[in-house]
């Protein structure tokens, strides 16, 4: 039996809990794009990448744990200075935890790791440490911010990704499209960004999974430019697609 195999432990899962009711009082505040189920699909792919790398030998718990906070300061959310100090802002969760369960994170430094992994997650935040010349070693060595970067990742890109897009596109009143020109539709996110999270996954079995929503993305914006350029149907043309329906009795 692996180490892998008995995670979590009763005491684990007694954090974890209190961690997930954190997160559901938090998320049940921000719109569908960005609720309590998005963080759930998180987690479930979060562990199933960290459980496929036993050789990295990744800290589950620091990964659940992180995958289930890692957007309760979602900037998009919360004010600046809510988000200005995750480390005072997440202290008495960890405080708690020590308390209540005998769990130390803050002496044992996983505390720390977690809130760090949770400032890291972003697309946004990784794309001005690029371009500033800011990224560290650590942001390109830590499996366990790899693994929740990209299960955040995946659930932007694919079927859930779509679905996303248009959620908070509606919570924001983006437009969905419109003519060429415009930057400020959800499919422009798309050519904008979601088009490029497939190349910047850092895990193998994470770039495996986005393979197949990338092409999936890819099918569906054609579909859009198809249906956005809609040409007339010529009565022939109407015919054969009317010969082509099938019988139902």
Same mark, same amino acid.
């Given at each position: ?45 979060? !562990?199933?990448?960290?459980? $496929? &790398?036993?050789h990295k030998n990744p800290d589950l =718990?620091?990964? /659940?744990?992180? %995958?289930? +906070? ?20 997440? !202290?008495?969760?960890?405080? $708690? &935890? ?6 130390? =994170?803050?002496? /044992?430094?996983? %505390?720390? +790791? ?20 800011? !990224? ?15 299960? /955040? ?29 415009r930057n400020d539709t959800a499919i ?62």
């Open positions: 039996m692996t180490i892998s195999d008995m995670y979590p432990s009763a005491t684990e899962q007694l954090a974890l809990a209190a961690a997930e009711k954190l997160m559901v009082a938090t998320m049940a505040r921000y719109d569908p794009s960005h609720d309590v189920f998005h963080v759930q699909r998180v987690r479930k792919t979060a !562990l199933s990448l960290a459980r $496929s &790398l036993p =718990l620091v990964v /659940d744990l992180a %995958a289930l +906070l890692h957007d309760i300061l979602d900037k998009k959310y919360v004010s600046p200075a809510e988000a200005a100090d995750p480390d005072a802002y997440f !202290l008495p969760f960890f405080q $708690s &935890l020590a308390k209540d369960y005998a769990l130390d =994170l803050i002496s /044992d430094g996983r %505390a720390t +790791l977690i809130v760090k992994i949770v400032e890291n997650v972003s697309w946004t935040t990784e794309k001005k440490l690029c371009e500033s010349g800011e !990224l560290e070693e650590w942001h390109t060595t830590c499996t366990e911010l790899h693994c929740v970067q990209d299960a /955040d990742r995946l659930d932007a890109i694919g079927a859930f990704g779509i679905m996303r897009c248009a959620a908070y596109s509606a919570a924001v009143n983006r437009p969905l499209h419109a003519p060429l020109g422009h996110h798309f050519y904008d960004k979601l088009l490029h999270i497939q190349d910047r996954l850092k895990t193998e079995p994470g770039n495996m999974m986005g393979a197949r929503r990338h092409q999936f993305m890819l099918s569906f914006l054609q579909q859009v430019e198809d249906e956005y350029d809609v040409e007339p149907i010529l009565s022939g043309s109407l015919k054969s697609c009317e010969d082509e329906r099938p019988i139902v009795d």
